[in-house]
């Protein structure tokens, strides 16, 4: 079988080098993504409102057109006709009132009674955050260009009395219960929780404070401000998402009580992304009957390098939410993406602890990676992209590992828990039960305590040999940005995610400076920022470390989305 697939690659690899030669072409240094939704200039941040209606899509986003740094916030407008080609539109609410005159700051859209409703948070000259509403000024307008704020605004006028917050912003899609309207805000106390506070309607412009739904003390991720939170049902459960920690948004499952109108969480919990992925928002597709989320993917390099490109952020891929069979959520990107393809490769390769450089050379493109074998040995497995003699970003497959006797993984603990038996194995369920957990080690008693300890690690230490001590490790998918670039201020970090199984598949898109990695079965997800410096910087490479992979190899231009 190996001889059979060896003699497949000689024949694969002149069938690319042709492929190379005709499509291969110099890319610039250019950073500007153009396959992902951002602004003609200047600044974005939080989706805002999306929302379909009248056959057109809507995307609202926090925006500063004035300048790349964040501030100055009011709506910026984009709509389209399939979720994959975008028109841009002037903004839609800018701060011209009192209540709003430092700035118009996030929210969502809600249809009632056939009309559009949007709510955001305005912050008043003071500093003190309301919630207000506004409808269009023409509903015949198909693209529902100009928005008027309501009369009488604030309609959520400040944070509920009794709460000592620091912040109170970011109100969400309303839902229908009881015959009545219900929303959450986002909220917090400094140094204690964060929360989501309940308000109840009858006409949709006078909003009552219900109670707390829910808040930190009820999750091992605390907080203690809970931003642009979204609640909705979804295949016959309920998910409660806050964002949190300024970069990730996490879901959590669990039932909703409508007579009591209170959330009661399960197990089971985790991020849409383990990368740079924050203050995400989805809506429902009624034409599709399905539900897209949208996240912002902010820079990752310095203000000066910023204010020379004239622009900052961007929102990630639409992607499609689910749950899967094991009650987890996935995410992964719109099927009609795909509409955007123009194929360059479709291989299968049998790769041998080793690396083989694709002549595939591009800084805008598509890429899967279908894992039909792995042997035992594979200690790591993918792809590096935008690569040079220079440059390079590794995307990898860790496979799990352990118990591994006498070995540590020392450093990068997120807890230490004291167990009452000395077996290193049960250390593992603590470790899968946690979703940020991606490696462990056992010591024994006397070594880090009087008790026997797990330590749990939110990276993936290298094996170190240590007497007495077991480790294991998870399937772990890796964007190693170490030498994605020479340029002296950008984030180099690597970062990973923990996968529920064994490598399946990897799908990667690569669009100029964002990186966006789905694994497996879209449960374990990383986007991020790169900005290589060369112009040669735009090859793949396959890599294999330790035994051999058998894959099956797609590549894929992907051309622009704004006209």
């Known amino acids: 079988k190996m001889q059979k697939h060896t003699t497949q690659i000689i024949k694969n690899i002149y069938l690319i080098c042709i492929i190379g030669i005709i499509v291969g072409v110099e890319a610039d240094v250019d950073q500007r993504p153009r396959y992902h939704v951002m602004p003609t200039n200047a600044w974005m941040n939080d989706p805002n409102g999306p929302m379909f209606f009248n056959d057109i899509y809507h995307l609202f986003f926090q925006n500063n057109p004035e300048a790349p740094t964040f501030g100055d916030m009011r709506w910026g407008h984009v709509v389209s006709k399939d979720l994959v080609h975008w028109q841009h539109l002037p903004v839609a609410l800018n701060p011209d009132q009192t209540y709003d005159q430092n700035g118009v700051w996030s929210g969502s859209a809600t249809i009632v009674n056939g009309v559009p409703y949007l709510m955001y948070t305005g912050i008043a000259g003071d500093g003190n955050p309301s919630q207000e509403l506004a409808t269009p000024a023409d509903i015949s307008d ?13 309609v959520v006028p400040g944070s509920p009395s009794g709460l000592s917050l620091d912040g109170f912003r970011d109100p969400t899609t309303a839902w229908v219960s009881q015959d009545s309207w219900y929303i959450l805000v986002g909220a917090g106390e400094s140094g204690k929780q964060g929360m989501v506070l309940l308000y109840e309607s009858q006409d949709f412009t006078t909003w009552n404070y219900v ?6 003390t009820n999750t091992s991720v605390s907080g203690d401000m809970w931003e642009c939170p979204d609640f909705y049902e979804l ?10 920690g300024s970069h990730h948004c996490m879901w959590r499952l669990g039932e909703y009580d409508e007579n009591l109108q209170v959330f009661s969480p399960s197990d089971n919990l985790g991020f849409y992304d383990y990368g740079n992925f924050y203050a995400s928002k989805t809506f429902e597709d009624t034409q599709q009957n399905r539900r897209i989320l949208w996240g912002w993917v902010d820079e990752e390099d310095s203000q000066d390098s910023i204010n020379e490109r004239g622009w900052a952020g961007m929102q990630s891929l639409p992607r499609v939410v689910t749950i899967t069979e094991q009650n987890q959520v996935s995410v992964l990107p719109l099927p009609e993406l795909s509409s955007l393809r123009t194929p360059l490769l479709a291989t299968e ?6 690396d083989y450089a694709l002549p595939i050379f591009s800084d805008q493109f598509e890429m899967i990676i279908d894992i039909q074998e792995i042997t035992e040995q594979v200690q790591t497995m993918g792809v590096k992209v935008r690569t040079s003699a220079q440059e390079g970003t590794y995307i990898y497959f860790l496979t799990a590992l352990g118990p ?6 020392p450093g990068s603990d997120i807890q230490g828990i004291s ?10 369920p603590l470790c899968e039960s946690n979703f940020l957990c991606l490696a462990w080690t056992y010591t024994p008693p006397g070594m880090e305590g ?19 001590c077991v480790s294991g490790r998870k399937n772990v998918v890796t964007v190693d940005r170490s030498d994605s670039t020479l340029a002296p201020d950008a984030n180099l970090g690597i970062v990973q995610a923990a996968c529920s199984s064994e490598p399946e598949r990897l799908q990667i898109f690569v669009d100029h400076s964002v990186v966006e990695v789905f694994a497996n079965d879209g449960t374990c997800n990383i986007v991020t920022r790169i900005y290589p410096e060369f112009p040669e910087s735009n090859g793949i490479k396959m890599m294999v470390i330790g035994g051999s992979a058998s894959v099956y190899i797609q590549v894929f231009n992907i051309s622009d989305i704004f006209q």
């Open 404 to 409: 591994l006797n006498n070995t540590d993984m």
């Open 450 to 468: 009087p008790t026997a300890m797990c330590f749990l690690k939110g990276a993936t230490p290298d094996p170190t040999p240590k007497n007495g």
């Open 349 to 354: 390769m049998v790769i041998s602890d080793n």
């Open 211 to 216: 109670h707390q739904f829910f808040n930190s």
């Open 142 to 154: 198909p693209l529902l260009q100009n928005w008027t704020k309501y009369a009488a605004n604030p």
């Open 235 to 244: 295949q016959g459960q309920y998910v409660l998402k806050v964002s949190v």
């Open 419 to 428: 167990i009452s038996e000395e077996n290193p194995d049960l250390c593992v």
